[in-house]
């Protein structure tokens, strides 16, 4: 999963949950220092906020309305989240200080799962019911055997200062990781060995893995990056970009359907596998961090504090949606009962039918 954008619509951090979200990313953009340049949220940022945090934390559980069986759950459940996955009757999110929450009931309760790193942690797939990754901040990449109940520490780079964005599992055993300045690990061990490679030539920040109902394997990054894999990852193809400015996902909609979206509002939609876009109107230059297509075929896709766009006809048209968040999302997701979930700023909220 990526990172929220730095600009909150106003309004958005009216609430000490709000304030609490944009800590927790200050610190995550914080880790983002490229060589030489780039983002550099200093850390006496980190150290200010480190001494307001517990009076700010027990302000909050106070008058936090969250229910959960304990307070620190209340306080993750309401926390930065950046990826979440639904796997049958289970919803697990991840996000800022290592929280991984856990819910056998859709989202209406949570558990706060006990994690081996405090780094934050961005992206998480299960390829079925039992085998679970998430990747993250420090280099690092987490395993589950057990359903997301338990997670141990699989892997973690050299170099602290690699940060993994997003992991898609075909299998049990062949999966990939990408990320921050190009970086692609692959495993065909189930994560007992990793292997990096070089799949593009510039330092660009991967953003985020998709898997079609075909197979192919889909990136999305930095600078108009776009690749495709039909052949179970061992090789990328460059698709050729229809904007030079970052995308943050492709949501594959059939074999050959896909929708693409980014930075300004950018919405392209391609019939042909990528081979050819098509601009879809949008008025509103926002970040779009995310889409998702709901079981009844409905399209959201979502980002920036307040900005939420909805299609009814497979992604040709989209309409603004008003579901009353005013914070920023970064995953969007569907309960086991159809109600749309969102993670971001404000932790998990539930969404009304869109």
């Given at each position: 999963?990526?990172?929220?954008?730095?600009?909150?619509?106003?309004?958005?951090g009216?609430?000490?949950?709000?304030?609490?979200?944009?800590?927790l990313?200050?610190?995550?953009?914080?880790?983002?220092?490229?060589p030489?340049?780039?983002?550099?949220?200093?850390?006496?940022?980190?150290?200010?906020?480190?001494?307001?945090?517990?009076?700010?934390?027990?302000?909050?559980?106070?008058?936090?309305?969250?229910?959960?069986?304990?307070?620190?759950?209340?306080?993750?459940?309401?926390?930065?989240?950046?990826?979440?996955?639904?796997?049958?009757?289970?919803?697990?999110?991840?996000?800022?200080?290592?929280?991984?929450?856990?819910?056998?009931?859709?989202?209406?309760?949570?558990?706060?799962?006990?994690?081996?790193?405090?780094?934050?942690?961005?992206?998480?797939?299960?390829?079925?019911?039992?085998h679970?990754?998430?990747?993250?901040?420090?280099?690092?990449?987490?395993?589950?055997?057990?359903?997301?109940?338990?997670?141990?520490?699989?892997?973690?780079?050299?170099?602290?200062q690699?940060?993994?964005?997003?992991?898609?599992?075909?299998?049990?055993?062949?999966?990939?990781?990408?990320?921050?300045?190009g970086?692609?690990?692959?495993?065909?061990?189930?994560?007992?060995?990793?292997?990096?490679?070089?799949?593009?030539?510039?330092?660009?920040?991967?953003?985020?893995?998709?898997?079609?109902?075909?197979?192919?394997?889909?990136?999305?990054g930095?600078?108009?990056?776009l690749?495709?894999?039909?052949?179970?990852?061992?090789?990328?193809?460059?698709?050729?970009?229809?904007?030079?400015?970052?995308?943050?996902?492709?949501?594959?909609?059939?074999?050959?359907?896909?929708?693409?979206?980014?930075?300004?509002?950018?919405?392209?939609?391609?019939?042909?596998?990528?081979?050819?876009?098509?601009?879809?109107?949008?008025?509103q230059?926002?970040?779009l961090?995310?889409?998702?297509?709901?079981?009844?075929?409905?399209?959201?896709?979502?980002?920036?504090?307040?900005?939420?766009?909805?299609?009814?006809?497979?992604?040709?048209?989209?309409?603004?949606?008003?579901?009353?968040?005013?914070?920023?999302?970064?995953?969007?997701?569907?309960?086991?009962?159809?109600?749309?979930?969102?993670?971001?700023?404000?932790?998990?909220?539930?969404?009304?039918?869109?």
């Amino acid at each position: 999963m990526i990172l929220l954008s730095d600009r909150s619509a106003p309004g958005s951090g009216s609430s000490l949950a709000g304030f609490l979200g944009k800590w927790l990313r200050l610190r995550s953009l914080a880790r983002f220092r490229r060589p030489g340049g780039g983002w550099t949220a200093g850390d006496h940022h980190r150290g200010a906020a480190a001494r307001l945090l517990p009076g700010l934390l027990i302000a909050w559980l106070v008058v936090c309305p969250c229910p959960a069986a304990d307070p620190a759950t209340a306080l993750a459940a309401r926390s930065l989240l950046l990826d979440a996955q639904v796997i049958g009757n289970t919803v697990i999110a991840v996000g800022a200080s290592g929280h991984i929450l856990r819910s056998t009931d859709g989202g209406a309760t949570w558990e706060l799962v006990k994690a081996p790193t405090l780094a934050t942690l961005t992206g998480i797939h299960f390829p079925d019911a039992q085998h679970g990754w998430i990747v993250g901040h420090d280099a690092i990449i987490l395993h589950s055997e057990d359903g997301g109940r338990t997670w141990t520490k699989q892997y973690q780079g050299e170099d602290l200062q690699v940060s993994f964005l997003d992991v898609r599992f075909l299998d049990a055993q062949t999966g990939f990781a990408v990320g921050a300045y190009g970086q692609f690990l692959a495993t065909t061990d189930g994560g007992r060995t990793w292997t990096s490679r070089r799949i593009i030539e510039e330092d660009y920040f991967l953003n985020r893995l998709s898997i079609g109902p075909a197979g192919s394997l889909y990136i999305a990054g930095e600078h108009g990056t776009l690749l495709r894999s039909t052949d179970r990852g061992a090789s990328w193809m460059p698709i050729q970009a229809p904007y030079d400015g970052s995308f943050y996902g492709i949501l594959p909609l059939g074999p050959r359907l896909l929708l693409a979206h980014g930075l300004r509002g950018r919405i392209y939609r391609s019939e042909d596998d990528g081979d050819s876009w098509q601009l879809v109107p949008n008025e509103q230059r926002v970040l779009l961090a995310t889409a998702v297509r709901l079981r009844d075929g409905t399209i959201v896709v979502a980002g920036q504090a307040r900005s939420f766009f909805v299609s009814r006809d497979g992604g040709a048209s989209f309409a603004a949606w008003s579901p009353g968040l005013t914070t920023g999302v970064a995953e969007l997701a569907e309960a086991p009962d159809g109600q749309p979930l969102a993670f971001g700023e404000e932790g998990v909220t539930h969404l009304p039918a869109p």
